[in-house]
């Protein structure tokens, strides 16, 4: 076998495409979702490398077009889950064996074919499977999920190089990183391609192997992720990929004693069920399982009176409305300077009033549809309760309509009560609450913030006076992993701001960082002795 010190190539972030009308990119992209929506997918599961289908179909359909149907997916039972879980111990003690680099080679590669040859293809996929238009589709499936790829495996490398700083004379001290005896299993969800992709990645790049169950309304993307992950070389049983309900799921997962680790994003009230489970459970399992989750936000932006209107109007927007409010950190809650409140009110108008809604095929259209029926009925009936209530103004939206798709118009509640519903509960879609606040009240509001939700994911506080940008940093310090200073509180960058925050809204390990990795690694210390003694005596005996 080779031997060498290797270094990994320098991480760098994945450029960003425009698709501005007229550019090369554009044309291929618009080929892709044309291509997409002329063919019928048969969407298997992967189980040992191997696809398996089953008489049992799911339909995928677009949100913003429910009738159109892009694929069926086989739909597997307990069976299957313990078959993937069996294909992954069989290919375990190879992978786990294999020298880092050929594993980080896998990996970069993956990166590579995705940033190149499967760019458009998989961007197609994202938009017309979830939803969103082709900037949301780029900045996630490709940008951001390459560079979850390429700065893991510089991370994997740094942790490696990890090693005691002291080794005395006739000793040598040294630290392996061994993967986690077991498997792991990654339960991801439908926002993102890129959290669905390295979930189960992250753990397999640090010798880990993996049962991967996405969210229904993401199967469309993982199975072209999977397709990628096969062309790029990845070993048949590293990685499992499996669609079953999922209770049934977790019944057989959560009873395995070779279960190690799971790797989640999804609701709060599901991780705490699972973190029960496990629990209650701890007797069966051949070692204690590492729980990774980040569980979502109730994100909010603090704007100050001496904040920039326009700064603030835009921030607001795009933090609450892109992607349709369907991201873990999207800013839920704003609270405002009363001084400042008319003319950020008059800016943010005046940009709602040229919002267009629709199809993401139509690259016009600023605002997609919600992911399904459920999500639908659930933001729609906090619609009809705010127009009921005495309390609330809707001053923007409040209309929406699924006979074509799962359309909810961007609104905008402004409440009297701080503490009113829909500035507390997670509501996951195109819905803003409003608080404006007298502005000598900032001491009071910093404490509303800090104490109205059980989350802590993002966070953001626009201001010019930095002794209020000072309070409010130090006030919200645990109201929010993630915390931005005159920016909206979405967008983190792999690379240059780990994501992930505490209290109900995760475990806070950071995806896009070492710190993640860490968790999917079982460190063992060795000690050698060149010179060992002889004889039991210590000098104090004498």
Not at 1 to 26: H, W
Not at 289 to 306: A, M, N
Not at 423 to 452: A, H, N, Q, W
Request: glycine share 8%; net charge negative.
């Amino acid at each position: 076998m080779l031997k060498g010190f290797f270094k990994v190539p320098a991480p760098v972030n994945e450029p960003i495409f425009g698709y501005a009308p007229g550019t090369k990119e554009r044309d291929l992209l618009e080929a892709a979702l044309t291509e997409a929506r002329s063919e019928t997918g048969n969407i298997p599961m992967y189980i040992g490398g191997k696809p398996v289908h089953t008489e049992t179909k799911g339909k995928v359909t677009p949100p913003h077009d429910h009738q159109h149907i892009l694929a069926q997916y086989s739909i597997g039972n307990k069976t299957h889950v313990q078959q993937a879980i069996d294909a992954a111990l069989a290919a375990k003690a190879k992978w786990e064996n294999l020298a880092w680099e050929q594993r980080a080679s896998i990996f970069l590669k993956i990166a590579d074919l995705i940033s190149g040859p499967y760019r458009y293809k998989l961007n197609a996929a994202t938009m017309l499977g979830q939803s969103k238009n082709a900037y949301q589709a780029e900045i996630d499936a490709v940008c951001e999920l390459v560079d979850f790829l390429r700065f893991n495996v510089n991370y994997m490398s740094e942790i490696y190089q990890q090693q005691p700083p002291v080794s005395p004379k006739g000793v040598w001290n040294r630290v392996e990183q061994r993967p986690l005896e077991g498997f792991v299993f990654a339960l991801t969800p439908f926002n993102f391609t890129a959290i669905a992709a390295n979930l189960p990645t992250s753990a397999a790049l640090m010798g880990n192997v993996v049962v991967w169950k996405p969210a229904d309304t993401q199967i469309y993307a993982a199975n072209l992720l999977m397709e990628i992950f096969i062309e790029a070389g990845l070993p048949d049983g590293v990685i499992n990929l499996i669609y079953a309900d999922g209770p049934e799921v977790g019944e057989v997962i959560f009873n395995s004693p070779d279960f190690a680790g799971i790797h989640f994003t999804g609701s709060t009230a599901v991780f705490q069920n699972i973190w029960k489970t496990i629990g209650t459970n701890i007797h069966k399992y051949k070692t204690y399982p590492r729980i990774v989750g980040e569980t979502g936000g109730k994100d909010f932006i603090l704007i100050h009176g001496s904040a920039d209107a326009e700064v603030s109007s835009t921030a607001i927007l795009r933090g609450a409305f892109e992607y349709q409010g369907q991201k873990c950190s999207a800013a839920s809650r704003v609270y405002i300077a009363k001084s400042i409140w008319p003319k950020i009110k008059e800016l943010m108008l005046r940009d709602l009033a040229t919002f267009k809604m629709g199809g993401t095929e139509d690259f016009s259209n600023f605002i997609n549809a919600v992911i399904d029926e459920r999500s639908f009925n659930k933001l729609s009936k906090y619609i009809d309760q705010a127009k009921a209530e005495s309390g609330v103004e809707i001053i923007a939206g409040g209309n929406y309509d699924k006979s074509k798709g799962y359309f909810i118009e961007p609104t905008v509640l402004v409440v009297e009560d701080p503490k009113y519903t829909t500035m507390c509960e997670e509501l996951f879609g195109p819905v803003l609450t409003v608080f404006v606040y007298d502005d000598i009240e900032f001491d009071r509001i910093l404490e509303v913030i800090d104490t109205t939700s059980v989350y802590a994911l993002t966070g953001a506080v626009i201001a010019q006076d930095r002794y209020a940008i000072e309070q409010a940093t130090v006030a919200l310090r645990n109201a929010a992993g993630n915390f931005y200073i005159n920016d909206k509180c979405t967008g983190a960058v792999v690379g240059q701001q780990p994501f992930g925050g505490a209290r109900g809204s995760g475990t806070n390990d950071k995806a896009g960082s070492m710190i993640n990795l860490l968790r999917w690694v079982s460190p063992r210390t060795i000690k050698e002795s060149f010179d060992p003694p002889k004889d039991y005596r210590y000098p104090f005996l004498g």
